[in-house]
Antibody
Framework: EVQLVESGGGLVKPGGSLRLSCAASGFTFSSYSMNWVRQAPGKGLEWVSSISSSSSYIYYADSVKGRFTISRDNAKNSLYLQMNSLRAEDTAVYYC????????????WGQGTLVTVSS | DIQMTQSPSSLSASVGDRVTITCRASQGISNYLAWYQQKPGKVPKLLIYAASTLQSGVPSRFSGSGSGTDFTLTISSLQPEDVATYYCQKYNSAPPPFGQGTKVEIK
């Protein structure tokens, strides 16, 4: 069974940093692209970042480019999102999602981790 | 970047009704269109990809159609468990934006 478990969310002050993790199991992690998708409270879904299976291709939404860094460790079956210079508008539930087809089609999602940016 | 626009933003229908949601891409995307369902308080779930291919386990009352810029999601007979927000998404290349969502309620 495919499982994606996010961790690392919490309350952080504006300008602060946070690192999210996603532990994957139940599939060959190194064969799939992985993604972060977020959802602000009461709002819609927003794609954040994508990383290919071997980390050769990395993409970011314009809203986080230069502030967030996606990475993965295939030996540890883990995906990460380093978030710096956090803003109030980054407050959201962050989902880890497995990508297939183009890598940007999300067939499995984690339960999400809440990031709150507030003073 | 390509934008995805859904209509309506919300709808209310009776159990058994046929429900149609529309998604329009600002440029042609062939059939690289997916639909997701998010029930209240739950994680999004992939319903349809390649515009019309049902993901495994999705009830057959759901169907999708379209190509190019105009797409539809149809629920042939609305059930109480279909109360959710539905999102379209284009996925052929980055960035893969979602539509703003359509909230479906029971009348």
């Amino acid at each position: 069974e495919v499982q994606l478990v996010e961790s690392g969310g919490g309350l952080v002050k504006p300008g602060g940093s946070l690192r999210l993790s996603c532990a994957a199991s139940g599939f060959t992690f190194s064969s799939y692209s992985m993604n972060w998708v977020r959802q602000a409270p009461g709002k819609g879904l927003e794609w954040v970042s994508s990383i290919s299976s071997s980390s050769s291709y990395i993409y970011y939404a314009d809203s986080v480019k230069g502030r967030f860094t996606i990475s993965r460790d295939n030996a540890k079956n883990s995906l990460y999102l380093q978030m710096n210079s956090l803003r109030a508008e980054d407050t959201a539930v962050y989902y880890c999602a497995r990508g297939f087809w183009s890598g940007l089609l999300f067939d499995y999602w984690g339960q999400g981790t809440l990031v709150t940016v507030s003073s | 970047d390509i934008q995805m626009t859904q209509s309506p933003s919300s709808l209310s229908a009776s159990v058994g009704d046929r429900v149609t949601i529309t998604c329009r891409a600002s440029q042609g995307i062939s059939n690289y269109l997916a639909w997701y369902q998010q029930k209240p308080g739950k994680v999004p779930k992939l319903l349809i990809y390649a515009a019309s291919t049902l993901q495994s386990g999705v009830p057959s009352r759901f169907s999708g159609s379209g190509s190019g810029t105009d797409f539809t999601l149809t629920i042939s007979s609305l059930q109480p468990e279909d109360v959710a927000t539905y999102y379209c998404q284009k996925y052929n290349s980055a960035p893969p934006p979602f539509g703003q969502g359509t909230k479906v309620e029971i009348k």
